[in-house]
């Protein structure tokens, strides 16, 4: 607790068949309903912790005086999630929020033993009737990242902070170097992994380092704006925003931002306790529902940068394209994916291996 | 693999300011140390730090308002540790865990409502002709005023202790507090002034983190910054120009490290990230064999039993 | 002016009575903060001391205490010894995290093999692991003479990196689709700690701090070592001449609190956590020097301080959720407890006098 590092949060897994999901008992409607968060990090750290925070602000205004909310911040995970879940659910909560991949197996537990309490897993893959799970496709952000990075870049390197080498963060690595390459194809990728969510300081040298190695873009994926601060001093960097939209620094260095948005999900999912239409799902959603917010492009970009960048995004949000469609390969030059033919969310959801072109391997 | 894409005149650069919050912080440490003190409770003195300068800043405009304000808050903080350990004669060790744990919750308390608000900027020196110097401009001559202030404490802090007589008198109380207690000095005051400087520096080292480094507040921002400048202490067997090359040396590896990984060598991150730990530990069997190094009164309780 | 004098003896009365009056004392300061904060200070402080206890869901939450107080009593009682013989481990985090890594680390290995003797192994392997982590500091210490505060705090480091390593590497679950974090123990029999009695709270690790208590109870008051102990704390010069070999004692104090550490993590992994990951460690090692002084190193007293402790936890989460009290407010709450603690505890070793001035 002293010393605690930012605790970990974990990408978007989906059920991949594990558990089976039978169809949800119907519930009854109700005239208001009580929502309780479990935070993992303070609501003040301006990053993952703060959205979630955020969304639970939008859904109370949304929702007026038929919601109430309660939170408990700073929960680790572990079997203090589990008592602050059954407290919460002892205290009349309808609807749980545990908001981090760490919460899993705690989640279930309490679950089964409130059966008429609904629960929500950020990022988990593990159903149960009350139990539903949700993340975000922030690969599809990483996709337009990838197609600024590639067009902006003059040194053709691309820097690149990793928090912890898991599926979601080489999901996003792998989304930003397919699109870079797509525009630009001598882009090279480099890599470097913190091994932690939030640590300001190290962020700060990891993109120090990066950009003193050449790359003139950086694309975080841990939680500080230490990497935007650094960019900024070194001058002519681009940078994107993580979590939330990290607006202080734009024109430049930050030209985006994948921001995540969960409030709309979260005012859907008390709505539907209220209805009596709640059900266990199975929610991954990306940039058409707005879950993945894309922060504005700012005028530091060439125009015909901008254009690209919003077409990436309408053609993700239609659904007309997929940011990864055949042909793929794997790093080891294996065929991943045929022409055309796109990657399913089995083998996306525990994507443990770069595409070609990538240079390094990813640590373990 | 390209070893090449390391330069090594800006890793020496980024060295500098990486180095700077742990290093001020540790230098407070020093201090405090030598007087005879163990105050564990330097992360909490950092993170008020952090807070105060950053709340302070951004009211007042000026950054030199803010490191200011932050080793005022932190010498503020220190000043329970001093209370409690000299006034009161509690166990050093727990006082010192204390002051963290309540340090953390202060400063979020505090900081509720500033997440996500930009402190004004510090100007960078960029000192005319001397910063054009090539090697040596960009790595000496291109950084924010506290860099160099963190240098000059350094020399400051080794002056003090090896030509003054305050320092000498400080150096008594620690190696010897009864035998110092004999001679006249006023064991708890020279005791509590050093607290309060270990408390100012403590600030300073937090503010650079909220004011530069990131430059933004966030809870637990320090993120342990204040352990390390424990260890550091040790690591420079409480000597001012080691602490010096300790602080370098440990953010030297944090960036090595970093700068390896981005040239595409595959190294065992966490190991590594160990390796300053353990290199601690050894210097410090090492120095043990030397046993003038340690304040021979460190951690011990003074109570002047007339 | 107002003076110190040194008890002869530390007062007995008053070292029963300083603990509640630290805790009145933290009550009403952590008061006027919550009113501050524009809670009502009253009902915040029932929520967080009272409730818990004796409130609507007491019945859940007195056997969350024994979940969160055992393993801070079990590290708390290793530390004490060392304490009052002015052996200061402050690395109990790290050998609690060693511990863990070792006897998830023998379940691990015998997974899925189901036999009575993996939970015995899984203990002897934890245990094994603190003490191992502890006698680093130890023989050092015994050796070159090196600083045992700072080596067991800079191997807590260690230890944490040696965590993640396993969470990323090899203990991560197979079919964790890539997440990091072990298996969940409490999905395999042979190496579930579970409770003893259902909805008692009372684990394997629980019963061992009880256990743990008695022993250290008798050493202390019974046994020519506790006598050592004492003795060295309080007067290491005599203790010195009465044939007390510092050596041996470091050796013991220290090796002690690194297996009570070790068996809480182990416990911890085994039950109520359930697995290696990442952040597994939660600061016990930490909070439990709070609670070994809470408890006046005494083994009665820690077990009080341990659920004392346990309680603001529970009630500070509890506190949160009901009052939006932020959890920065608790922390300083458990910082403040501390703070008035020691410094009541002045009380109890020395006598405040008022004399006059010197005139010089």
């Not at chain 3, 190496?191 to 009880?210: K, Q």
């Not at chain 3, 256990?211 to 290491?236: C, D, K, M, W």
């Amino acid at each position: 607790m002293l010393m605690k590092k930012r605790s970990f949060l974990a990408g978007a897994a989906t059920a991949l068949g594990l558990m089976t999901v039978t169809t949800g008992a119907a519930w009854a409607q109700q005239e208001k309903v009580k929502v309780g968060f479990v935070y993992l990090g303070p609501i003040g750290d301006g990053g993952w912790t703060y959205q979630h925070n955020q969304g639970r602000l939008a859904l109370e205004e949304a929702l007026g005086d038929k919601v109430e909310t309660v939170y408990v911040e700073n929960v680790p995970e572990g079997p203090d999630a589990e008592r602050v879940m059954t407290e919460m659910a002892l205290n009349g909560c309808d609807l749980i929020i545990a908001t981090s991949f760490g919460y899993m197996d705690y989640t279930i537990n309490v679950a089964k033993k409130f059966p008429k309490v609904k629960f929500e897993h950020a990022t988990g893959y593990k159903l149960a009737d009350n139990v539903a799970v949700y993340g975000s496709r922030f690969y599809e952000g990483r996709a337009i990242q990838g197609t600024i990075a590639g067009m902006v870049t003059k040194s053709n390197v691309i820097g690149y902070i990793g928090s912890y080498p898991i599926p979601e963060v080489i999901r996003g690595i792998n989304s930003v170097f397919i699109h870079a390459r797509k525009v630009n194809p001598d882009v090279q990728l480099k890599i470097v992994w913190a091994f932690t969510w939030f640590d300001p300081a190290k962020e700060a040298d990891a993109a120090r380092v990066l950009i003193e190695q050449g790359a003139d873009v950086v694309i975080q994926h841990t939680d500080s704006t230490a990497p935007q601060a650094a960019a900024a001093e070194a001058g002519n960097v681009y940078t994107f925003g993580q979590a939330s939209d990290m607006a202080d620094f734009a024109p430049m260095p930050r030209v985006s931002s994948i921001i995540d948005n969960w409030a709309p999900y979260y005012i859907a999912r008390a709505q539907a306790v209220l209805d009596g239409t709640w059900e266990s799902a199975n929610t991954w959603d990306g940039i058409a529902s707005g879950m993945v917010g894309i922060g504005e492009v700012s005028d530091a970009v060439p125009a015909e940068v901008k254009t690209a960048a919003m077409d990436m995004k309408a053609a993700i949000a239609d659904g007309s394209y997929h940011p990864f469609t055949g042909p793929l390969k794997k790093q080891d030059g294996s065929d991943w994916l045929a022409e055309g033919e796109v990657a399913d969310d089995g083998v996306l959801a525990g994507m443990d291996f770069y595409v070609e072109g990538i240079e390094g391997e990813v640590p373990n | 693999m390209d070893l090449s894409a390391i330069n090594p005149i800006l890793l020496l650069a980024s060295l500098m300011v990486a180095a700077t919050a742990v290093m001020i912080a540790a230098l407070g440490e020093l201090i405090v140390e030598r007087a005879g003190v163990l105050n564990l409770g330097v992360e909490g003195m950092m993170i008020t730090g952090a807070i105060v300068g950053f709340a302070a800043a951004v009211h007042s405009g000026s950054p030199t308002v803010g490191f200011i304000a932050a080793a005022a808050g932190g010498a503020g903080l220190s000043l329970l540790f001093a209370l409690l350990t000299q006034v009161a004669l509690a166990n050093q060790v727990a006082s010192g865990l204390a002051l963290t744990l309540f340090g953390l919750g202060l400063s979020s308390l505090i900081g509720q409502s500033y997440v996500g608000i930009k402190p004004p900027s510090t100007p960078k020196l960029d000192i005319p002709l001397l910063s054009d110097i090539p090697v040596l401009g960009p790595i000496v001559f291109r950084h924010d005023l506290m860099v160099y202030i963190g240098i000059a404490l350094v020399a400051v802090v080794w002056a003090f202790l090896k030509f003054t007589r305050a320092g000498l008198v400080l150096r008594a109380v620690g190696e010897n507090h009864d035998a110092a207690h004999a001679l006249g000095y006023k064991v708890v005051r020279i005791r509590v002034m050093a607290i309060l400087f270990g408390g100012a520096c403590a600030g300073l080292g937090g503010a650079y983190i909220s004011l530069i480094r990131v430059p933004q507040w966030t809870e637990g921002m320090t993120a342990g910054v204040g352990w390390i400048a424990l260890a550091l202490v040790v690591f420079a067997s409480w000597k001012p120009w080691r602490v010096l090359l300790g602080a370098y040396l440990f953010g030297g590896v944090t960036v090595l490290q970093l700068n390896l990984q981005a040239a595409g060598i595959a190294i065992p991150v966490e190991y590594l990230s160990m390796s300053p730990y353990l290199i601690t530990i050894l210097v410090l069997v090492i120095m043990s064999a030397d046993r003038s190094a340690a304040p021979a009164s460190l951690g011990r309780i003074f109570h002047a039993s007339q | 002016m107002l003076t110190l004098e040194k008890r002869p003896q530390p007062s007995k009365a008053l070292s029963y009575i300083t603990p509640v009056l630290a805790v009145i004392v933290t009550m009403i300061a952590g008061g006027l903060l919550f009113a501050a904060l524009g809670k009502d200070p009253i009902v915040a402080i029932r929520t967080i001391f009272w409730e818990p206890l004796f409130g609507e869901f007491a019945s859940y939450y007195r056997p969350q205490l024994l979940v969160k107080g055992g393993p801070l009593i079990l590290i708390a009682l290793g530390l004490s010894l060392g304490f009052r013989a002015g052996i200061w481990n402050i690395g109990a985090e790290g050998q609690y995290i060693i511990g863990a890594i070792c006897g998830a680390g023998v379940a691990l290995a015998f997974y899925p093999l189901e036999a009575w003797y993996i939970f015995p192994l899984m203990v002897i392997a934890g245990a094994l692991g603190g003490w191992a982590w502890a006698m680093i500091p130890a023989l050092l210490k015994v050796k070159f003479g090196t600083n045992e505060i700072l080596v067991s705090l800079m191997l807590v480091y260690v230890a944490e990196q040696l965590l993640a390593s396993m969470a990323l590497g090899v203990m991560k679950n197979p079919q964790g689709y890539g997440f990091p974090g072990s298996r969940n123990l409490q999905q395999y029999p042979s190496a579930f700690n579970n409770e003893l009695i259902a909805g008692t709270g009372m684990h394997w690790g629980v019963a061992a701090a009880f256990i743990a208590a008695i022993f250290s109870y008798v050493l202390l008051n019974r046994h020519i070592l506790g006598f050592q102990i004492r003795l060295t704390g309080e007067a290491p010069r005599a203790a010195r001449f009465s044939g007390v070999k510092p050596a041996r004692l470091v050796l013991i104090c220290m090796g002690s609190a690194g297996a009570l550490a070790g068996l809480a993590g182990m416990f911890e992994v085994a039950g109520p956590s359930g697995q290696i990951s990442i952040n597994f460690n939660v600061g016990y090692g930490f909070t439990a020097i709070i609670v070994a002084f809470l408890g006046r190193l005494h083994p009665v007293g820690i077990i009080f301080a341990g659920l004392l402790m346990a309680l603001t936890y529970i009630g500070g989460d509890a506190a949160q959720s009901r009052l939006q009290l932020p959890a920065a407010a608790i922390q300083m709450v458990q910082g403040m407890l501390l703070f008035f603690l020691l410094a009541v505890d002045v009380l109890t070793n020395y006598r405040i006098k008022l004399t006059k001035r010197e005139v010089a």
